[in-house]
T-cell receptor, first 112, second 111 residues
Framework: DTAVSQTPKYLVTQMGNDKSIKCEQN?????MYWYKQDSKKFLKIMFS???????INETVPNRFSPKSPDKAHLNLHINSLELGDSAVYFC???????????FGSGTQLSVL | AQSVAQPEDQVNVAEGNPLTVKCTYS??????LFWYVQYPNRGLQFLLK??????LVKGSYGFEAEFNKSQTSFHLKKPSALVSDSALYFC?????????FGTGTRLQVFP
């Protein structure tokens, strides 16, 4: 079983559309994250949730809205997609006191 | 704010030779430092971490890292490189409740 799974793996869409990326972890972790990796491979944190509660929101445009229906899931909804949103989005989870992140395999978003 | 720097965009090494991937840090307080590896089209995988204790930390796949407080460095090392070690390597530092990643170093191991 994949520990942290994201869907879809690839997402190609037009500017202005709304799309969602889903993430699920089966590790029993309390904390989940969304990271964005740009074309230069630079990784930047976007959000983190702990047990369904938003902990970190790193000055991400409010077109991006994370939702955590339960602590095993953290989805990312993006409204009015822009060209600059093209990137790879990674979900990750972390157990309490674990100090180690487990990453999903990423969702490559291409906005045309 | 905590930060890490990876001064090399790419490191090339011949198979069988020792490798070093450099990382320096800037933190207030005691650093929590990490190395992660990213293979093509994959998510990041944890290699090793330094929290406290021995300055030489051993991790996955034969990698190790040396914490050097005086030089504020946490370089990743391996005694003998494999072609399969070719990947993107990220140094990271814990900042309260999140990990801050360096810009990454691409390691290319040639046969």
């Amino acid at each position: 079983d994949t520990a942290v799974s994201q869907t879809p793996k690839y997402l190609v869409t037009q500017m202005g559309n709304d799309k969602s990326i889903k993430c699920e972890q089966n590790l029993g972790h309390d904390t989940m994250y969304w990271y964005k990796q740009d074309s230069k491979k630079f990784l930047k944190i976007m959000f983190s949730y702990n047990n369904k509660e938003l902990i970190i929101n790193e000055t991400v445009p409010n077109r991006f809205s994370p939702k955590s229906p339960d602590k095993a899931h953290l989805n990312l909804h993006i409204n009015s997609l822009e060209l600059g949103d093209s990137a790879v989005y990674f979900c990750a989870s972390e157990g309490r006191g674990n100090e180690k992140l487990f990453f999903g395999s990423g969702t490559q978003l291409s906005v045309l | 704010a905590q930060s890490v720097a990876q001064p090399e965009d790419q490191v090339n090494v011949a198979e069988g030779n020792p490798l070093t991937v450099k990382c320096t840090y800037s933190v207030s307080g005691n650093p929590y430092l990490f190395w992660y590896v990213q293979y093509p089209n994959r998510g990041l995988q944890f290699l090793l971490k330094y929290i406290t204790g021995d300055n030489l930390v051993k991790g996955s796949y034969g990698f190790e890292a040396e914490f050097n407080k005086s030089q504020t460095s946490f370089h990743l090392k391996k005694p003998s490189a494999l072609v399969s070690d070719s990947a993107l390597y990220f140094c990271a530092v814990r900042d309260t409740d999140k990990l801050i990643f360096g810009t990454g170093t691409r390691l290319q191991v040639f046969p």
